[in-house]
């Protein structure tokens, strides 16, 4: 920071006007490709908020005559399903296995891949930046013990962990008595389809790696002159970590917070597809690809489609992730 | 710094410790047993098998079990007098005697196979498909993002930057089944399933049909699957911290006193870069290792990955408890490693 306000001080005088966050926004805004992520992302959030009104059937009404049938369009561009498959324009984009409108269910999926982002990042982002910037700037016994329970934490396969937790959740709160803390959060599960054990499994898995890169980062700049100065006039510990480490390890945490969002939400769409994620009837982009990924050979456009909103929805995130990474990394000012 | 070497290692067993504990516990918290089936099984069978597997006895008696026969090396007169008591290093001593160690018990659901069997015959084949697509991640990435920050806010940088969203954004799951479209069905280049080694491999890992074809057109989709997603991180953190670096005083330091330019980037820029970046290859490549699961599944590998999730469903304790452990200490490894080479790499950090 003190590199670029030595050199355009006049950028400095506005950065001062305007605050660190105001002037992250309007650098966002002038970045073009996160524009157009975030303008996705808006789209994608409108389409799961409204998504019982945009959506032209239900996501779970079948058409027993009309399984695996394919719209007119699909055909030329999968010439090969042509002789075999049962043609009818009614679903815009076919219909599943059992007959369910792929569009409809295409456009529910997007609330379950959406939230899941959401919370792992908000989880992470806090729990993780807290922890590590604490641990990093007391050291000693203190980041001693609090990094142990962290290597602890990492030391778990995060993958084998959540499908661990998946199991253990569902086989046990599942023949727990009515009343008890178990039986209300399975209740609540089956409420919201069996989305609350995924945000458990993602949540504590999530905030290990962000805390281990603020920790790792203060630990180097603890040593640099300016934690040292700050020191010397008489900061506060509180003081000293919020502004003047904070905005120095944002940068990189941003852009680890933002390279996790997308993991996220294939972490969901991987546990729906092997069957440990969403309930059956509720529709998620990886339970639609597993569904899709038996009959790569004879349809290929089932799973093809909901890979190409997994991978758009991705693209979104990252495009938006990248513009906040320029905007809010400080010392990247003054270089463009 | 020997001593921190040595404090890490000693935290390293502390750490699989209390993760065998926390499976065990998570495991046997889950109502229901191993031999839970729809057609129940009369209980004087029950309660025979519990009796050979040592589920009769108490949960700590059980751990400690499973704890001694991990661990502890035993000497005894015959090779193995059952196939249960088969274990991972076996050495045959003088005086007729056998010393054995690390044996990680049976499979409950496969009764013909151990779970030793299994890291023998499928661990293998996941770590073949790890370091290639390791292999395939680095060479990608690195070169991108160097290239991308040196040549910041040009055609290259965009271009680099954009090879890598690409990749971030193509999770397995959505990339294997386009890939296994394109490749194994329309254009039929590559078969869209399988695995082209088998057992026995040389050193433990390397297949004996490496310089082959039929090897590597099994491995080409699965690796690019799983190596593009890893390369674009290499790539972005790469050219996120040499940004950064470059910035700094001691870089313009270094040109002022008229280094060139190659030596400032190679020795000064690069080297205080890669701090991040080395930070995350150790668990990356652990991560890539217990995250197969998705593209062994997407293309039906033979790996460790089918074997954990069917585990799980059928209760087979020793299968899981075997898995997590494996995974934990490259886990453990992995993270060790890096923070050796992070007070290596930047002498600011002190350890005290």
């Known amino acids: 920071m003190t590199n670029s306000e030595m050199m355009i001080p006049e950028a400095s005088d506005q950065d001062k006007e305007r605050g660190l966050w105001m002037d992250a926004l309007y650098r966002l805004a002038q970045n073009k490709a996160s524009l157009i992520g975030g303008g996705m992302v808006i789209l994608l959030i409108l389409m799961a908020i409204f998504a019982n009104y945009i959506a032209p059937y239900s996501f779970s009404e079948q058409d027993r005559q009309l399984t695996d049938a394919v719209p007119q369009w699909v055909t030329v561009i999968f010439p090969t399903i042509k002789p075999y498959a049962e043609i009818s324009d009614k679903f815009s984009i076919g219909a599943d296995y059992v007959g369910r409108d792929m569009l409809s269910r295409f456009i529910y999926g997007a609330r379950i891949s959406l939230v899941v982002a959401i919370v792992g990042a908000t989880i992470s982002l806090f729990i993780g930046t807290v922890y590590g910037l604490t641990s990093g700037f007391f050291g000693g016994q203190v980041d001693n013990l609090m990094m142990r329970f962290v290597d602890i934490m990492y030391a778990f396969p995060s993958m084998l962990m959540i499908i661990l937790m998946m199991a253990f959740f569902r086989s046990s709160f599942a023949e727990s008595e009515p009343g008890s803390l178990s039986y209300m959060m399975n209740s609540v599960d089956q409420r919201f389809g069996g989305m609350l054990f995924i945000f458990v499994g993602i949540g504590i898995t999530a905030w290990m790696g962000t805390a281990r890169l603020a920790r790792g980062q203060v630990l180097s700049l603890r040593e640099q002159e300016f934690t040292l100065a700050a020191k010397a006039l008489g900061a506060s510990s509180s003081r000293i970590i919020f502004k003047h480490l904070l905005p120095n390890v944002l940068g990189p945490l941003m852009i680890r917070v933002t390279l996790a969002i997308p993991g996220y939400i294939s972490t969901e769409a991987f546990l729906s597809f092997i069957g440990l994620g969403v309930n059956a009837p509720t529709p998620s982009w990886g339970s639609m690809i597993a569904d899709g990924a038996v009959a790569i050979r004879t349809y290929p456009h089932q799973a093809i489609f909901p890979a190409i909103a997994l991978s758009f929805t991705m693209f979104a995130f990252n495009f938006l992730g990248d513009g906040l990474r320029d905007a809010l990394d400080p010392r990247l000012r003054g270089t463009q | ?352």
């Open chain 2, 1 to 352: 710094m020997g001593r921190y070497i040595v404090q890490r290692f000693l935290w390293m067993f502390i750490v699989l410790f209390v993760i065998s504990m926390i499976t065990f516990a998570m495991m046997h918290a889950v109502p229901g047993g191993p031999f839970t089936q729809e057609k129940a099984l009369p209980p004087e069978i029950i309660a025979n098998l519990e009796k050979r597997y040592h589920l009769n006895e108490p949960y700590w008696k059980q751990y400690l079990l499973y704890i001694d026969n991990v661990m502890v090396p035993h000497i005894s007169k015959d090779a193995a007098p059952e196939m249960v008591d088969e274990a991972l290093v076996e050495i045959s001593l003088p005086g007729g005697n056998y010393l054995r160690w690390i044996n990680f018990g049976p499979s409950y659901s496969s009764r013909s196979r151990t779970v030793n069997d299994i890291f023998r015959e499928q661990l293998p084949v996941s770590i073949q498909l790890g370091v290639i697509s390791m292999v395939v991640a680095i060479t990608i990435g690195l070169p991108l993002g160097v290239i991308s920050a040196l040549k910041q806010n040009t055609i290259w940088d965009f271009l680099g930057m954009s090879v890598a969203i690409f990749g971030v954004s193509m999770p397995v799951v959505a990339m294997g089944p386009i890939l296994i479209w394109i490749f194994g069905v329309a254009l039929k280049w590559l078969p869209p399933t399988g695995w082209g080694a088998k057992p026995p491999f040389t050193l433990f890992f390397i297949p004996n049909t490496l310089g082959s074809w039929d090897f590597w057109k099994h491995t080409l989709m699965p690796a690019f699957a799983v190596g593009t997603g890893y390369s674009a991180i290499i790539a972005r953190l790469t050219r996120a911290s040499l940004l950064q670096v470059i910035h700094e005083d001691y870089i313009r330091t270094a040109r002022a006193k008229g280094l060139s330019e190659r030596i400032v980037t190679t020795r000064h820029a690069l080297r205080n870069a890669l701090i991040p970046v080395v930070t995350i290859l150790g668990p990356m490549f652990a991560g890539v290792l217990t995250g197969l699961f998705v593209v062994e599944q997407v293309f039906g590998i033979p790996g460790m990955g089918k074997y954990f999730i069917t585990s799980i469903t059928n209760r087979d304790y020793p299968v899981i408890m075997g898995a997590i452990l494996m995974y934990a200490f490259f886990l453990v490894i992995s993270n060790v490693f890096v923070d050796i080479t992070y007070a290596w790499l930047d002498p600011r950090i002190r350890y005290d």
